[in-house]
T-cell receptor, first 114, second 112 residues
């Protein structure tokens, strides 16, 4: 049981480049989310999904796109990377965030945009 | 109204002491308050959680105290150990909402 798998672990991009951060979970969780973590700012929600085919915006969605074609996968796309998107990105999943299961987080992707 | 405010930003405690981290919220619709623990290079992991119908929840050395009227909750770590050194996040969510709002985090260091 792998849990939540994120790839790559590290990435350096040039300004203007695009890329996709991959996230996969094998726990049959319906809910999946993407967060970015910046020093002193905690975890900020980028996008989330309540099930295959359904996505919605979080607190900081600008510059990012998501899709959810399967229950297992929830990729995050950076359309045109900017230095402000330098951050650590975490994917998380859960059966139901309002219940007592909590989120299972991946190990993160450290992204640097130069 | 969606914010969860966490303090302190950093905390140093002697081994064997009590570590206390505080959080406050505004939205009275929040009904689930988890705490997450994060070690360097890892993702956060659920530590303990509470609902507002109880004032305290204890799991081993970790206790959540909840004050519904003050809209505050706190994490107490008793007999703090060097292995407890990590970043701690409080959080809040409401009902079946698919979003959890996180506090800004507290970096805890336990001195041997």
């Amino acid at each position: 049981n792998a849990g939540v798998t994120q790839t790559p672990k590290f990435q350096v991009l040039k300004t203007g480049q695009s890329m996709t951060l991959q996230c996969a979970q094998d726990m049959n969780h319906e809910y999946m989310s993407w967060y970015r973590q910046d020093p002193g700012m905690g975890l900020r929600l980028i996008h989330y999904s309540v099930g295959a085919g359904i996505t919605d915006q979080g607190e900081v969605p600008n510059g990012y796109n998501v899709s959810r074609s399967t229950t297992e996968d929830f990729p995050l796309r950076l359309l045109s990377a900017a230095p402000s998107q330098t951050s650590v990105y975490f994917c998380a999943s859960t059966y139901s965030p309002g219940q007592n299961y909590g989120y299972t987080f991946g190990s993160g992707t450290r992204l640097t945009v130069v | 109204q969606q914010q969860v405010k966490q303090s302190p930003q950093s905390l140093i405690v002697q081994k064997g002491g009590i570590s206390i981290i505080n959080c406050a919220y505004e939205n009275t619709a929040f009904d689930y308050f988890p705490w997450y623990q994060q070690f360097p290079g890892k993702g956060p992991a659920l530590l303990i959680a509470i609902r507002p119908d109880v004032s305290e929840k204890k799991e081993g050395r970790f206790t959540i105290s909840f004050n519904k009227s003050a809209k505050q909750f706190s994490l107490h770590i008793m007999d703090s150990q060097p292995g407890d050194s990590a970043t701690y996040f409080c959080a809040a969510s409401m009902g079946s909402a698919s979003k959890i709002i996180f506090g800004s985090g507290t970096r805890l260091s336990i001195r041997p």
